[in-house]
């Protein structure tokens, strides 16, 4: 290799960049990536834990390839395993559409001691690039793509919060019943308090659907009741591929304190100020740990206040009774407090978006947190449109919770 092909090398991969004669590999769009070694057309990567916590570690990771077409490139983790239970994710159109690879292409072995795990991807024919990422993305782009499906006329305004940290735009949809005389309340929904959570919003998405379709669902969201949705909570954090969750000094799920840190968070309880018992449901949208006892699934979680708890599992059964989508859920998918990771110590850094509803809101049916598998829920494909169909299911639970209690 000439002197100064090697320097550019070096230069590419100590920002971020792979560079070999065949393979690259950088952040790309919500990229989050760090390069640590070139072989060729073996490339060792790990998660970029900028922003977090000293002494945590986060799994959320991006990037994009370009190589040349269907020409093997072989990508190894090592130390601890950041690969979901269907393996990565992958997409050929720009992060548009994504697909699993597949648990049975990850191989286990040790790697100069370590545990590691690789599998291989191979950049398709023509723009000869892909994406590649621990989960499917949801980001503005998305967004606005399905906005731009919804017909004209439609019962739906998209407003702003606020600006986030960075100037960006926090979008504030309303859709269903938007005459205040004539609705029965209002449902806040939200998602990406941790932006790497991106299926949680392909579900507020479906749901958001639903209140829009022209069937008999979304007639009665229509008639009856109006959504209020914040689908990017962390709109940095999103748009820049951060993982979000135990962000320092705290993340955006810990700020619902008396002097917030992020403006989306102080603009969403100053909103929430204005509407005091006109809130019927609060439903805040999350996607779990990567693996094992309660991330395999559709799960709510259990808060403190008894009188919640007894709303939030009658909800739970209704969901149970009503859902026609590929998600599975059950009356029992619903985690106490106190059991697993659901104590007060998770709580200690500062308040949740559900801890603040339920004191916003006492006279609410329903203040629920929602975690939503990123790959797999008791055995059954999480993908962005099975994603979607739980959303619709959500929405029709909810309506008939609703009807039941107002």
Known sequence: MFPTLRFVCCLLAAVGVAAAAEVEIDPGPGGNVVVQRVDGRTVSVAPDQRDIQKGQWWFYWSFRLRAAAEMPVKIVFSGQNPLGVRGPATSRDGGMT??????????????????????????????????????????????????????????????????????????????????????????????????????????????????????????????????????????????????????????????????????????????????????????DMHCPWIRGEWNDRAYFVGPRDEGFWTKEQQFAAILARVRSGPIPFREQDCLPFGTAWNTGGNFAQGRSCSSWAISAFPKAELVASLELAYADALGVEVTAASARAFGRDLAQALAEHLDQKR
């Not at 690789?118 to 949801?138: Q, R, W």
């Open 98 to 283: 994504w697909q699993w690879l597949g648990a049975d292409r990850v191989q286990a072995f040790r790697h100069e001691g370590r545990p590691a795990w690789s599998f291989e991807v191979c950049a398709p024919d023509g723009p000869s690039e892909m994406l590649v990422a621990f989960c499917p993305h949801y980001r503005e782009s998305h967004l606005r793509a399905w906005l731009d499906q919804q017909p004209p006329g439609a019962a739906l305004r998209v407003e702003e919060l606020c600006r986030s940290r960075q100037g960006r735009s926090v979008e504030l949809l309303r859709a269903g019943c938007l005459d205040r005389e004539r609705s029965r309340g209002v449902v806040l929904l939200t998602s990406r308090h941790h932006a790497c959570e991106a299926m949680a919003t392909y579900a507020l998405e479906g749901l958001l659907s639903a209140v829009l379709a022209d069937d008999e669902l979304g007639r009665r969201w229509r008639e009856n009741w109006e959504v209020m949705a914040v689908p990017f909570m962390d709109k940095d954090g999103v748009e820049n591929g951060d993982s979000g969750k135990n962000r320092a000094p705290h993340d955006h799920n810990r700020d619902y304190n008396d002097q917030p840190l992020y403006p989306e968070v102080a603009a969403w309880m100053k909103l929430g100020g204005t509407l005091q018992d006109r809130v019927a449901a609060v439903l």
